[in-house]
Nanobody, 124 residues
Framework: QVQLVESGGGLVQAGDSLRLSCAASGRTYLVMSWFRQAPGKEREFVAGISGSGGSTMYADSVKGRFTISRDKARNTLYLQMNSLEPEDTAVYYC???????????????????WGQGTQVTVSS
């Protein structure tokens, strides 16, 4: 079993930065990812990282602006978000894939464990 708790969301202006954190307890070294969901839209993949932290994957919409990382000693996942845009406004969720330690999968249905979400709002 894995418990995930996100933090770090907030209201910022376009061009600002935020760092999201996801504290994990339970099984470690699983593939973990960030997803987001805006009102009226489907949940979408943002970024993912392998259990070792050696492999990452990003959605095209955030590539070059967002960085995913993990601190294995603290069992914490991060998402550094720079140059934020109004289109980044959404509830952000961290998720863990119970079946993978290496391969990052973009489909949200592959992830068994989810945090409660943290709101990110970017004003123009």
């Amino acid at each position: 079993q894995v418990q995930l708790v996100e933090s770090g969301g907030g209201l910022v202006q376009a061009g600002d930065s935020l760092r999201l954190s996801c504290a994990a307890s339970g099984r470690t070294y699983l593939v973990m990812s960030w997803f987001r969901q805006a009102p009226g839209k489907e949940r979408e993949f943002v970024a993912g990282i392998s259990g070792s932290g050696g492999s990452t994957m990003y959605a095209d919409s955030v590539k070059g602006r967002f960085t995913i990382s993990r601190d294995k000693a603290r069992n914490t996942l991060y998402l550094q978000m720079n140059s934020l845009e109004p289109e980044d406004t959404a509830v952000y969720y961290c998720a863990a894939d119970a079946h993978q330690t290496v391969l990052v999968v973009r489909a949200h249905r592959a992830y068994e464990y989810w945090g409660q979400g943290t709101q990110v709002t970017v004003s123009s």
